[in-house]
């Protein structure tokens, strides 16, 4: 007999931080990607940095997974559990990866269409079903296993999402032995859990900004390693002095603080660490900025945020070319190039809430399992 999941009482600080950490990530794009020259007239490293986000989606997941599942593998991992915990996590993240996947299908086939009409301006744009985007790596896409490649990507964001969905697979072997884990040991496996990301960055140069690949998942690894040790200090009432709720709003700006200057990625993952316990620790009913509903509403339409602003980007991009034979910002004064970002950021939310009302959570809900 399946032992039905009992809801949990939603963090709602933790959803808000997932809505900032998307939008600092889409800003990061927009900026470096887009719109390079608004990039190089910042002088600060916030916005160069803010690809560091995703490792706080990474500890976010390690989190919130422990908080959701920690009865149902506290003591051990069946089949009957198991195959649940993994359908589940499909209807999370699969239906919006697809429809998106789709959109840039459609998008690299119209390309492929004018091309073959000989139309004016193609000649501006890579050839349909080449590179990134070709026929060989749509297959790794659809299967979600593309951060195992370097640079095999359709809409590049998702790299994080693969990651993620590989980790899913190994998630509840990893969990039910820290759920069992003596604090004294704490300290020990959050060192352990720090040092492969200390290797990745010294031998890599970052956590990822210029690279992806196999070093992704181990990001994903320990990270969500970090986010179940979170829940367990959450859980024991551990650092409850130095991680409390009236520390959030300091310890959101401390992060803020380390991603402007130039300092390694991995004291950033431990400040995410810090600031997932704060937040974890306020209350619901707390009059709290991140309480507010406007960013609890952001952080719940966040994996649309992710999943849809590449696409958009690329219609820009390739847009531009084709109309232009430039880059979008070759020909735009810095002026028009922050209020062309903008724009495409309030369309991105007003894009991002009608996915996730009509097809995120509607998929969510029809492919989710009724029991665990």
């Known amino acids: 007999m399946h032992m039905r999941q009992q809801r949990k009482p939603e963090l709602a600080a933790l959803t808000s931080l997932r809505g900032i950490a998307a939008i600092f990530v889409v800003w990061h794009h927009l900026m470096f990607v887009v719109m390079p020259d608004v ?10 940095k803010s690809y560091l986000w995703v490792d706080l989606f990474f500890i ?5 997974l422990a908080y959701i599942y920690q009865d149902t593998f506290r003591n051990g991992v069946t089949g009957a559990r198991y195959r649940p915990f993994i359908q589940a996590r499909f209807a999370r993240i699969y239906p919006l990866h697809l429809f998106i996947l789709i959109l840039f299908v459609g ?14 301006g193609m000649e501006n744009l890579p050839a ?11 297959l790794t896409n659809l299967l ?19 990651a993620e969905w590989i980790m899913y697979f190994f998630f509840p072997f990893l969990l039910q032995p820290l759920l069992r884990l003596q604090k004294q040991s704490f300290v020990f496996v959050a060192i352990l859990a720090l040092i492969p990301l200390m290797i990745v960055e010294w031998h890599f140069g970052d956590l990822g900004l210029h690279y992806a690949g196999w070093p992704m998942l181990v990001r994903c690894l320990c990270e969500a390693t970090l986010g179940i040790l979170a829940f367990r200090c959450y859980q024991m009432g551990m650092l409850s002095k130095l991680a409390s709720a009236r520390l959030l709003l300091p310890v959101l700006i401390l992060n803020l603080s380390i991603l402007a200057i130039p300092v390694p990625g991995v004291p950033s993952v431990a400040g995410f660490f810090w600031l997932v316990l704060c937040a974890s620790r306020l209350p619901q009913q707390n009059h709290h900025l991140l309480n507010h ?32 034979g430039t880059l979008a910002h070759q020909e735009l004064p810095l002026v028009s190039q922050v209020a062309v970002i903008t724009v495409m950021f309030v369309l991105l939310i007003g894009i991002s809430a009608l996915t996730y009302r009509f097809i995120e959570a509607p998929m969510r809900k029809r492919l989710k399992p009724h029991s665990v």
């Open 39 to 48: 990039a190089a007239f910042t002088p600060s490293r916030l916005f160069e």
């Open 60 to 64: 976010l997941s390690g989190f919130v």
């Open 107 to 120: 998008f690299e086939g119209l390309q492929w269409f004018l091309s073959t009409l000989g139309a004016p």
């Open 128 to 138: 349909p079903f080449t590179g990134k985007q070709s026929g060989e790596t749509l």
């Open 144 to 162: 979600l296993v593309q951060t195992l490649h370097w640079q095999a990507y359709w809409n590049e964001p998702a790299w994080s999402i693969s």
């Open 293 to 324: 509903p406007l960013l609890v509403y952001l952080g719940k339409i966040s994996y649309s945020i992710y999943l849809v602003h590449w696409l958009m980007m690329d219609i820009l991009k390739d847009g531009a070319l084709f109309f232009t």
